[in-house]
């Protein structure tokens, strides 16, 4: 038997199971909800804990050149469960972790269920949880049952919960050519907190425009999903292309307007612009403003590098439109994943304004540490901002800029995907040179750059693991050594 009393997780997906896991390892009993059979979402379709409810992808493995191949090995490093039932369910897919999908939930649920620690139990939890769960994890996701989610959104305040995310593409400044895109502000405004030069802006002639409303017209398009195109949940946030089909000059009496612009290079307001604006406190990531988009992923790639300065853009993220239940997190949430007005209740998961399988498991890790932690009378900590895993937090409690004037994050903060732009910067003069010594240029630079960075994640992780984590307990024991050890 154990002293100590439970720790509720709500939801068995990504998050849920990974958080449930970490808990029990550390220790701590916990009881894991799960709505499904008995009530299910649109999108999964069994019974099984960590369902894919898409592709069976994890993306890539490269941990060294690819920032979701970093996160991979630092939850390794950390015990994983999907991580581990990832590895041993892999499929073929180059560099990419794949997984058998059915075998991947089997193995997480079994595990989950075998262990001497875990409950699970089958049932919504259908509004806030009982005032005598004194520690509970939502990991409820981006489809969480009407009933709790209204609950929460009554909590947390009209507004702060989102059911729609219109995501407008994500650039790296570096990929930016700012010989040809600009800094400033409409009519220069500095504004509270700016400076008057806060935009980039990517300047248009009339043959640039009209060309590129040819292309955005002519674009393959995602479509909704049945339940999505029902969902009463989407004023105010058209995609641009829906904005070019009613009418050539509207997007250019939309957020492509040129007013208040002046192009240095010709001395004069060009016919349309484009503008990005600072999206991480780094600095290293810039938004498109006002492009939230339907097109299929490889279209925008190719549309948006027609727009003059982003002919090389390499893009932290692509632009969306799609039903998900995300918290306005950088005001709601503290460091260690605590609902501020009610710290019984912690987040974990795509709920927090994270997006994707791992990411979403990557914050269901950090729950399940931090519940188990405060249990246990430990201090909590988050593992450094230079570790992915760290990055991510500092993405959804604080890394995000605050709207001018208002101090709000509502509205503009996004859903996100692990990236380098959102790990702190190498100083400047970290040495980037070949094995040669040569001095790198370009790509190899770029390259390099993530290497650097991608060590430096884990020297950090190792140093903070050896000085705040519990170790994992023995049931991570039968797994291939590798696993745990990858990527040192
Ligand atoms: C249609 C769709 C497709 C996606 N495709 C991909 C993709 O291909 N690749 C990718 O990386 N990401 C994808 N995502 C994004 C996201 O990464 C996944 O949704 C991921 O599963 C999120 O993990 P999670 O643990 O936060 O939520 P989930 O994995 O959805 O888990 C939430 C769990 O909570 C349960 N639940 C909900 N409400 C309650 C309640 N009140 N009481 C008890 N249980 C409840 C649900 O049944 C579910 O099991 C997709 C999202 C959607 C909606």
Redesign the pocket.
Known sequence: MTQFKPVHV???????SEAAWQIAEAGVPVVL????PHR??D??KTHGL??????N?F?SDAWETNAVGLLHAEMRRMGSLILAAGDLHKLPAGGALAVDRDGFSGEVTERLAAHPLVTIKR????GLPPADWDSVIV???????P??SEAVRALTGEGELAFFDAIAPVVHLDSIDESIAWRQSRYDKAGPGGTGADYLNCPMSKDEYEAFVDALLAGEKTSF?EWEASTPYFDGCLPVEVMAERGRDTLRFGPMKPVGLTDPRTGRRPYAVVQLRQDNAHGTLWNMVGFQTKLKHAEQVSVFRMIPGLGEAEFARLGGL???TFLNSPKLIDGVLRLKAEPRLRF????TGV???????AI?LLAGRFAAAERKGEALRTPPATTALGALVAHITGGHLLDEGTGSSSGSFQPMNINYGLLPPLEEDAPLAGEDGRRLKGKERGAEKKRVMSRRALRDLDGWIAEHAHPTSSSMTGLDPAIQGQAR
């Open positions: 709500i939801g068995g997906g990504l998050a849920g909800s799960e709505m499904r299910m979402t999108a999964h960590a369902e894919l409810v898409c592709s992808s993306r049932g919504e939890v259908a990991a409820t996701g981006p489809l969480t049952s009933a709790l999903k799609h039903r998900n974990a998961g795509q709920i997006e994707g399988y791992v990411e979403s498991a269901g």
